[in-house]
């Protein structure tokens, strides 16, 4: 069996895997952000975050809180073929080397600088290195991640959606603070269900919200995953916290949606046009972050990741929205960037971006 040993650091979290034999191979390094969970470890090794729990089930004698780890703990991280990594916690500060990489291209040789050209801001310098890094970067990035589309609010008389249950209470085998009335990532709760859900699906909880002269907003609240259930019951688990998660909350299916890396909206002429109904926030004033919905959907080829925008006089764009979740006949977009409150209802919108079709 092949094991091998990682370090990663509690600040800026370093993995260094070694074989658990002796050998003569060199240590496998990888770097990752601070905060990093166990929900954040799988999606590195596994390319699957919702396989975190496969990490804690295997580490439930020294991880009993999955979403805490300290210097000194040794993660085993099971690898599919009866082997497994082990990643050791240790202080920021080591310096790590990952020989499993290919080695890198040599540098490009860059051009001779130009006689009798002072090198200033406007030199033309025609290398491409850094316009090659981020190129690199850009083929990796999902436009629209899949947390954001989860997140996103919509209008539940416009929307095709199912509420299976709700929220009951926090699970009676999980330790909490006695005060404790919102939901924390990880935290077990009890949902009371119409029906048996299947052991592994994913859930959203949401709250309903009403709006003067819009109708009922939903929110979204937390992602679960079904641990257990019956006719009538459930155990679920909340992997991702995307608002308050309190009792009460109903669950809904999670959106089937699976970004493609790498593809980016391209620009569009004359694109349709679509007015905004409202906000999902109801405030005075707002800004980039903040929802919108808008009065085409699906039907009309609508499209996660399109961007729509606000323009005066035929050349200032004021303000772009993207749009995160599409059903039928309505959109939701989250503000993007804004010159001014140019975002009223009512207020028409043309698409200025469409997402390309993907496989």
């Keep these: 069996m092949r094991r091998a040993a990682a370090i990663l650091s509690f600040a800026t979290l370093v993995l260094l895997a070694v074989p658990a034999t002796a050998s003569a191979q060199e240590p496998v390094e990888h770097t990752v952000s601070a905060g990093n969970t166990l929900w954040d470890l799988a999606e590195r090794f596994y390319g699957d975050p919702f396989q975190w729990r496969t990490i804690w089930e295997a580490n439930l004698e020294t991880i009993p809180n999955p979403d805490l780890i300290f210097p000194g703990q040794v993660i085993r991280i099971p690898d599919g073929q009866g082997g497994f990594l082990e990643v050791r916690v240790v202080p920021e500060g080591t310096e790590t080397v990952d020989p499993r990489e290919p080695p890198a291209d040599p540098a490009p040789e860059l051009p001779q600088e130009r006689p009798g050209i002072e090198r200033t801001i406007f030199y033309p310098d025609t290398t491409s290195v850094a316009g090659q890094f981020f190129r690199e970067v850009e083929a990796r990035l999902v436009m629209v991640p899949r947390q954001v589309v989860l997140g996103a609010p919509f209008l539940t008389d416009r929307a095709d959606f199912e509420a299976v249950g709700e929220l009951t209470g926090f699970s009676a085998d999980y330790a909490l603070r006695s005060n404790q009335t919102t939901a924390q990532p990880f935290n077990r709760m009890e949902a009371r269900t119409t029906r048996s859900l299947p052991?592994?699906?994913?859930?959203?909880?949401?709250?309903?919200?009403?709006?003067?002269?819009?109708?009922?907003?939903?929110?979204?609240?937390?992602?679960?995953?079904?641990?257990?259930?019956?006719?009538?019951?459930?155990?679920?688990?909340?992997?991702?916290?995307?608002?308050r998660v309190m009792v009460g909350n109903e669950l809904i299916a999670a959106l089937e949606y699976a970004p493609e890396p790498g593809v980016r909206p391209q620009a569009e002429e004359g694109g349709p046009t679509a007015r905004v109904l409202g906000y999902a926030l109801d405030a005075a004033l707002?800004?980039?972050?903040?929802?919108?919905?808008?009065?085409?959907?699906e039907a009309s080829g609508v499209h996660v990741g399109d961007e729509f925008t606000v323009v005066f006089g035929g050349q200032m764009t004021e303000a772009v929205a993207q749009v995160v979740r599409v059903d039928s006949n309505t959109a939701s977009a989250r503000i993007l960037r804004m010159r001014s409150a140019v975002f009223l209802d009512g207020a028409e919108l043309v698409r200025s971006r469409r997402m390309p079709a993907t496989r």
């Excluded at 009922?216 to 995307?242: N, Q």
């Design 199 to 243: 052991v592994g699906s994913h859930w959203v909880s949401i709250r309903r919200e009403l709006r003067p002269d819009l109708g009922e907003v939903a929110i979204p609240t937390g992602l679960f995953t079904v641990l257990a259930s019956e006719e009538e019951g459930a155990r679920l688990i909340l992997d991702v916290a995307l608002d």
């Design 286 to 297: 707002h800004g980039p972050g903040d929802h919108l919905f808008l009065d085409q959907g």
